[in-house]
């Protein structure tokens, strides 16, 4: 097993960094808390149930998109490569490219470390071959590859449209340091694009509630974090979808007077205050290659589905 996760002693480094962000996050007015933390372990697997729910689209369209150009895909690419999954989840999505690419060597990048290890410990057993190795990584703060990974060959996989949960310029500082590491290589990159309401709002409140499911657990991961006495029966999943801004927003409402307490500090939320936990921005096929060049890519081939709903991008 050639699989590698986070050295147990910066692990706490890192969770005291989360402990500040959290709080920052809560004691500010309107109150948010960063999407990165809906996937804990169970937020992981609640959101790979998501992606099995018919109303929503970005997964089976994605999907649909490589099907149908996967030779011309797999051509820009080529094989033999190295293989960079930005927020690997599952890994089910990169494991649809081993076929067509072969790489060499499989890099899972994500947030929740044991989510990760779990599906590397499966994923390596079927294909022996591929040599993979996990880091478990906030790389919405800083993306840094390991030196021992090679810079050539070297193919970036950021599916799902997971870019749109960053503001435009957080967005374009991400995708400068993946260009900056590409070397000659590129990034594939899934990009949500902007479709009527209706659509958008099923999406993301499915008449199952997984999705509201997937939110409100954001709070138990705050609570597991940061020693808060959060209660999810007390809120509720709220979507709206901003226009000005050309992004859906998410945010759990309080149903009640409720007063949330963690050492050292605690807010107070009146019935229906809301707290802001993701942004999910949606692109045009303009705008996504505006935004691509910004960050220093110079080319790049797009594909699309009929419906003009989701946009799969390699970029050099």
């Not at 998109?65 to 960079?84: K, M, P, R, W």
């Amino acid at each position: 097993m050639q699989t590698s996760v986070i050295s147990e002693e910066i692990k706490p480094l890192q969770q005291q960094s989360f402990i500040s962000e959290i709080e920052i996050g809560l004691l500010a007015r309107p109150a948010y808390i960063s999407p990165k933390f809906l996937y804990d372990p169970l937020g992981s697997h609640l959101f790979t149930a998501i992606t099995l729910l018919p109303e929503y689209y970005p997964s089976n369209t994605e999907k649909n998109i490589l099907d149908h150009y996967a030779n011309e895909i797999s051509n820009v690419i080529g094989a033999n490569g190295i293989l960079i999954d930005l927020g690997a989840g599952n890994c089910q999505k990169a494991e649809a490219l081993f076929n067509l690419i072969k790489p060499a060597t499989y890099v899972a990048i994500d947030f929740s470390v044991e989510y990760l290890e779990e599906a590397l410990n499966k994923l390596q057993g079927k294909y022996p071959k591929i040599k993979m190795r996990g880091i478990g990584m906030d790389f919405s703060r800083q993306l840094e590859v390991l030196d021992s990974i090679p810079m050539s060959r070297r193919t970036f996989f950021y599916p799902g449209s997971s870019i749109g949960n960053f503001l435009t310029s957080e967005a374009r500082k991400l995708l400068t340091e993946i260009k900056n590491q590409t070397g000659d290589g590129g990034l594939l990159i899934g990009v949500d694009l902007m479709k009527e309401d209706f659509i958008l709002r099923e999406a993301y409140d499915d008449p199952l509630k997984v999705t509201a499911a997937f939110n409100l657990n954001i709070l138990r991961s705050v609570n597991a974090h940061l020693g808060s006495n959060f209660n999810v029966k007390q809120f509720q999943h709220l979507v709206k979808i901003n226009h000005q801004e050309n992004r859906v927003e998410l945010y759990l409402q309080a149903l009640e007077d409720v007063t949330v307490s963690w050492p050292g500090n605690s807010i107070s939320l009146k019935e229906g205050d809301l707290i802001h936990t993701e942004n999910s921005h949606k692109y045009t096929v303009e705008s996504i290659k505006q935004l691509l060049k910004s960050a220093g890519f110079e080319s790049n081939q797009i594909w699309t589905d009929p419906k003009q709903y989701f946009a799969l991008i390699y970029a050099q």
